[in-house]
């Protein structure tokens, strides 16, 4: 509670080096709140096996590693695929239900998935998680005066930005993207056009969770690769998604990296609290802009 | 209507029939053990179902009957929840006639299950449970804790790291009274033994990355760095300290609570070079390793944990007690157990003390590199033995009300 | 059509008396434990089954009830009944601070409120210095009630457990059927509609959002006595979903589902502890069930089967909002 009485500024440098790593942090809030909006901006599915998908990513990318022998550079095309087909798979039986329901039989479905999805990875391998060393020509780190940044924290960077970036590109600034964006404003009319809405959701939804397993893959040489990896992730996520607007693709990217950055800042000035600025972060937000700061609703 | 309503009242009475119908009272013919831990989450690693095998690995050494009456081990996962974990026991002691409850991870799990089996006189022999407040402020005179606890494993890597050099101590701390306790622990040997320390940091449990935490431990320019947390805590800042080039820069890593289950996890290209305590190691010697080989073969291959292993031995060691007592009666068996002294495969000399601690050797292991590592889980190596006697909290410094001060 | 007043009070006298017998054929412990979480479902249900407001954090109410009152008892010598009342008055006033933020949304931006404000509890719990952190707050002493009960002894436990449980149940059963359940229920159908018609509704939900809370509070008091303990079990976010999980099972926005749904999931935490493993499989698989193809739940699907065998053109609504 004191926290405040044993504050020391940092010297400037150290804050520098404080913040880069608060933006990498936010890189994976970015990629995992991206692929959230997606799914939610375009089929309204609050999708609560975000977490587990993300975890599947980290999983898929150390099991063909240590039973097919493919390494972490092709695991980063095949796990967000593997992964991303088994998404599909769970909209096309399970998730394709719920559309017609409330939005949030979506959320209690997703939430049982996600609940089987870790409880047969616990089973078989336990919770203390599995080894995934960084990629050979990653290792070690530059020496950047005021701190030491590895080099794979800076290829997490690189690689994330360009993701989202791109994603944000393809669905604001493409004919695919308006298509999508169209559907979700009205299936029929779009329908009408000649374009296949159910397989254009279930191809969107597979995206959208073959980004959380690319995020897992990314991670996967950095955190634990354990089963419950991404349980506890997954609520902060919500938290920036609800921050940024719900279903705004701008929002929860740049909502993602801010909030990686006040975290990372948290983290030097008072880093009891650095679990729960993003949720003090939410209430403020909702009773200043409801709607979130990019959102474009209320 | 009418039906209706009989319809729903039938249903809610079969309902609760199904759900808790009382079993007619067991009869007193067999000794029962019940093993309960975590089966399904965080902690089965530790103990699991291998506690249940070792738990019958000793029932079948002692010869499967006791007091003329057969041994039977059955078991439960509390599923880390209080709640159920003590309701669980209750069942156990009051209809199932269980006379000792075995291992017990999670440390409010232990202590809820302890105060049930203190107020029916039946015995807890905790082995994989770290909270040293179990034989602390919660102790009971049918309580025993049998392989570790956390002040012990504080206690025991602090002094061993500074006696071998290391003084200007940073700590990372979980930020919970747990993590607060063992940083508080280690702070106070390290200083009584010489050593200093130059900062600490309060991180919240399951915060996934440590690199800022990292950051401002390398700034700090300590020595050692102290990781007073647990589980995937651990694990993450060890990965991330490897990531930042810790270890090479030439700060060590002490784990306050490291088992070789999290060693597995890292690998040993991570983990190389980190310090930590434990009560069994399966490559110490000749008996260790025999024990290690027949666990194996019963259970899928896997190594014993010292948490396992404590069962076995704490188990076998109750038998022993039982036989002797030739009652079934939890205090006096107990009792009986205080008198002997304990030696099997992991502990030398070993009693157990008023307050139900079990004092042992305790012993001090650094991992080894990849290269000197020649066959699975060849991880360790021994750097130094802790006589009991200096391992765990003295009694004078005991909150336990059945020590007299 | 409609039930006469003489059914519903011998169905009434019929499950009192189950009630009353219970312990001697059960295993009192079950049975307390049973119940205090039937209160907590019935409370959960109360907001989502009659105000269509799904909250994913009414872990927080529940486990701080059961903190504070466990701390009353043990660091202040609360007498079980003052303690029961600290604790459910502290819910009680969370659940207007809560509510006060949350309603602001609604559907599912809602639930993830409700969810992150409970992790903010949660954190708390876990790192303020009265909870007893991992260890929680144990071996909590009961005192008499009255200076007259003596609550050790398991039986008078229960009936204590169960007198404190019926009045929240008749609470949450006035609640439904008053004059302001019509209006919950008319908010949770049509939202403008209620508004057209003059109703202030942010001030309903509000209130039945603190009245969901008081009660869910009023379970996790009684429970901390029941078990002398409280622990970081009880703020979660899991024991959030485990209470939407026995609603769902039971029937959402029937009277009796919640009761039921709890006393099927508390069976089966029972069971799965002897299994072994597989629990939280296990329970997804429940969760996905429930949502696809049971979405009535149990008392919602007898009702139905029942409603069909009388042909009468009523059938269970299928809820489509929640």
């Not at chain 3, 302001?180 to 403008?192: K, T």
Request: glycine share 10%.
């Amino acid at each position: 509670m004191l926290g405040w009485m044993h504050i020391a500024v940092p010297p400037a440098p150290a804050l520098f080096g404080q913040l880069l790593i608060g933006l990498i942090n936010g890189a994976f809030y970015a990629m995992l709140s991206l692929g959230l909006a997606v799914i939610f901006g375009l089929l309204n599915i609050i999708n609560f096996a975000h977490g587990a998908q993300y975890m599947l990513g980290a999983f898929c990318a150390y099991l063909i590693l240590n039973y097919i022998g493919i390494g972490y550079w092709p695991s980063l095309l095949v796990a967000p695929i593997v992964v991303g087909i088994f998404g599909m798979l769970l909209e096309r039986f399970f998730i394709r239900w719920v559309y017609r329901l409330d939005h949030l039989y979506g959320l209690l479905l997703t939430f049982g998935m996600a609940l089987i999805i870790q409880g047969v990875f616990r089973q078989y391998y336990g919770s203390a998680g599995q080894p995934y060393s960084i990629p050979e020509p990653l290792t070690g780190g530059q020496d950047l005066g005021f701190m030491f940044l590895p080099n794979y924290r800076a290829w997490v960077i690189v690689a994330s930005s360009v993701f989202c970036f791109g994603t944000w590109f393809v669905i604001e600034r493409t004919r695919l993207g308006a298509y999508l964006r169209a559907a979700t404003e009205n299936p029929a009319l779009v329908q009408a056009f000649g374009i296949n809405v159910p397989r254009m959701v279930t191809l969107t939804y597979g995206f959208g969770v073959a980004l959380a397993a690319l995020a897992g893959v990314l991670a996967a040489p950095i955190y634990q690769v354990s089963p419950l990896m991404g349980s506890n992730l997954i609520i902060v996520v919500f938290a920036v998604v609800v921050i940024g607007g719900m279903g705004s693709i701008l929002g929860a990217i740049v909502g993602g990296f801010a909030l990686g950055i006040i975290e990372g800042l948290t983290k030097v000035f008072y880093p009891e609290a650095s679990s729960t600025v993003i949720f003090v972060i939410m209430a403020v937000v909702l009773l200043v802009k409801p709607a979130g700061l990019f959102g474009r609703t209320a | 209507m009418k039906r209706r309503s009989l319809l729903a009242a039938g249903f809610a009475a079969a309902l609760a029939f199904a759900a808790t119908a009382q079993g007619a009272q067991a009869a007193n013919d067999k000794v029962v053990i019940g093993v309960m831990n975590d089966m399904s989450s965080v902690y089965s690693y530790l103990g699991g179902m291998g506690s249940v095998v070792a738990a019958r690995m000793a029932v079948k050494d002692f010869g499967g009957k006791v007091l003329g009456k057969p041994i039977e081990v059955i078991y439960a996962d509390h599923q880390n929840k209080p709640d159920v974990g003590a309701a669980i026991a209750q069942k156990w002691f009051d209809q199932d006639g269980v006379d000792a409850i075995v291992d017990l991870p999670t440390s409010s799990v232990a202590i809820a299950v302890q105060q049930v089996a203190k107020q029916r006189g039946k015995v807890t022999l905790i082995s994989n449970g770290g909270s040293s407040e179990l034989t602390g402020k919660y102790c009971s005179p049918t309580g025993v804790h049998w392989t570790y606890d956390t002040y012990a494993l504080a206690h025991v890597t602090g002094k061993a790291i500074v006696q071998q050099g290391g003084k200007k101590w940073f700590f990372i701390t979980a930020d919970y009274a747990f993590g607060h306790q063992l940083q508080d622990d280690t702070a106070a040997v390290v200083k009584a033994s010489g050593g200093t320390v130059v900062g600490s940091v309060n991180v919240p449990l399951n915060n996934a990355d440590f690199s800022s935490f990292l950051l401002q431990a390398q700034q700090s320019k300590a020595q050692v760095i102290g990781l007073a947390n647990a589980g995937g805590d651990t694990v993450n800042s060890i990965k991330q300290a490897a990531e930042f080039g810790i270890v090479k820069g030439g700060q060590r890593l002490a784990g306050l609570l490291v088992f070789i289950a999290d060693v597995n996890a890292l690998g040993l290209q991570t983990a190389q070079g980190l310090m930590l305590t434990e009560a069994y190691y399966w490559d110490q010697n000749a008996q260790t390793r025999a024990f290690a080989k027949r666990f194996e073969a019963e259970f899928n291959g896997k190594v014993p944990t010292s948490g396992q292993a404590g069962v076995y031995g704490a188990v076998l060691d109750y038998l022993k007690a039982m036989q002797a007592a030739k009652t079934e009666d939890g205090v006096k068996v107990v009792t009986e157990m205080r008198k002997m002294p304990i030696n099997d495969f992991m502990t030398h000399n070993g009693h157990i003390r008023i307050d139900g601690r079990v004092i042992r050797d305790m012993y001090l292991f650094q991992v080894k590199s990849p290269q000197e590592s020649k066959y699975p889980y060849d991880y360790y190596k021994q750097l130094a033995v802790i006589p009991g006697d200096q391992a765990f909290r003295p009694l004078s410094e005991s909150e336990c009300p059945l020590v007299k001060h | 059509m409609n039930e006469t007043a003489t059914v519903r009070t011998v169905r009434r006298l019929i499950l009192f008396a189950v009630a009353l017998v219970a312990p001697f054929v059960f295993y009192p412990i079950f049975l307390m434990k049973a119940v205090c979480f039937a209160l907590f479902a019935a409370a959960f249900n109360l907001l989502i089954g009659f105000a269509g407001l799904l909250s994913f954090g009414h872990a927080a109410f529940f486990g701080s009830a059961s903190y504070v009152t466990a701390y009353a008892a043990k660091a202040w010598g609360f007498s079980p009944l003052l303690a029961i009342l600290t604790g459910t008055a502290v819910a009680g006033v969370m659940g207007v601070v809560f509510g006060w933020l949350a309603i602001r949304r609604k559907g599912i931006y809602f639930a993830m409120v409700t969810l992150a404000l409970s992790q903010m509890v949660y954190f708390y719990a876990l790192e303020s210095k009265y909870t007893g952190g991992e260890d929680g707050i144990q071996a909590v002493p009961l005192r008499d009630v009255f200076g007259l009960i003596d609550l050790n002894r398991p039986l008078t436990m229960y009936y204590f457990v169960l007198a404190v449980c019926l009045l929240g149940f008749g609470i949450i059963y006035r609640a439904i059927h008053s004059p302001f359940g019509e209006v919950l229920r008319a908010i949770r159908d049509n939202e403008p509609r209620a508004i057209s018609l003059g109703y202030r509704t942010e001030r309903y939900k509000l209130l039945a959002f603190t009245l969901s809370a008081t009660l869910a509070g009023l379970a996790g008091a009684t429970k901390a006595l029941v078990f002398q303990l409280a622990s970081l079990t009880d703020v979660t976010w899991q024991m959030s979903g485990d209470v939407v999980l026995m609603t769902l099972i039971g029937g959402l926005g029937t009277i009796w589902g919640p009761v039921v749904g709890a006393f099927i999931s508390i069976t089966m935490e029972n069971y799965l502890a002897e299994l072994g493993s597989w629990v939280t499989v296990i329970q997804g698989t429940i969760f996905v069930i429930c949502v696809l193809v049971f979405r009535r739940g149990v008392v919602g699907e007898i009702v139905q089967f029942v409603n069909r065998r009388q042909r009468q053109p009523r059938l269970a609504e299928e809820p489509r909002t929640l």
